[in-house]
């Protein structure tokens, strides 16, 4: 491996207690939604609906967005991604925990960090078919802006939540807003904002789902990652958000960030490297981060996209850096893929895997790959879970590893 795939690391990261979190996805709105589902194997994938694509797959929906709008200050950010932004914020109390850390530090210290990949690009396809018959003319009312620019959703975001620290968002395809923690932390050393609100946003749209049918990537049925049957991913949509600050500074919730690894495959634009290289140099990044070693880690919540290669691929690194006694699963046959929001939805998730003691088993895999060397499991498993490490793994060899335990 070339220098470029070097640990920078060099030593323990202080932790960041993660004070709040909220999310809404195809299981439903808000944590107690998800946590039942995961524990009663209620999965939330559907047929694909015409007004999304025409195809014959299954994906994540968030049922009743498109009754929903943004609320009337912000009118002008309205698009899909931007209600489920919306939706996710209003969830579990996140917007009082984000008012209080606003009164402790005041509004310009607290940053905004969110990923994305799609952002509001469904607008801009509503505006290109309402668009005049006669000039071709876009319809007056959409705003590339307040919708499809990539940071139209951190604007609004900073916006609803009356900040105005530092704010950017991240866009590495599906490591996105995994990568918005490791972000705020460096944000944090340097004493460039005392707590931040990370996430993700990715709304379903034609170009994503076409474009991956494109790839032939999806699947005609609920995706099955890690099954030896397996034959494409669901996509999905989904928002979540979470707040970091330093520990002791907020109520806290008892979990805490306590590593994260990044790497870049660079090898090509949408296959991850065939030996995993990149995404075990995250992994072990993010474990030296976190001051552990593997076998300290409870849970691995894999990329698990549930396509040929990308799951192979990652199985291959797991088994390398944690061998075969480390239970892994992937939750994308609960949410399906949602892009961008990945990192959030999958970080929530290994919260609650955290404060409630189970492991969820990979939903819809019936029979693990052979090929496979890791422990895949495939049915839910009561358990104290103290730390887990959740993988998100992009495009263009974009790896992001985090690492949540309980404080």
Known sequence: MRDRTRAHVTMPLAPLSVTATAAVNALGRGRAAILTALQQRRGGLAPCGADIAELATFIGRVAGIEKESVAEPWRAFDCRNN?????ALRQDGFERAVESARRRYGAGRIAVLIGTSTSGVHETERAYRERDPRTGALPAIFSYRHTQDVFSVGDFVR???????PAFVISTACSSSAKTFAAAHRLLQ??????AVVGGVDSLCGTTLYGFASLELVAPSPCRPGDRQRDGISIGEGAGFALLERPGAGAGSGIALLGYGESSDAYHMSSPHPDGAGAELAMAQALHSAGLVARDIDYINLHGTASRINDAVEDRAVARLFGADTPCSSTKGWTGHTLGAAGIIEAVISCLCLEHGFTPGSLNTTQVDPSFASRVIVENEARPVTRVLTNSFGFGGSNCSLVFGRT
Request: aromatic share 6%; net charge neutral.
């Open 83 to 87: 209600r489920l932004a919306q939706l």
């Open 159 to 165: 916006h609803y939540l009356a900040l105005t620290g």
């Open 190 to 195: 340097l004493g460039l904002c005392d707590a």
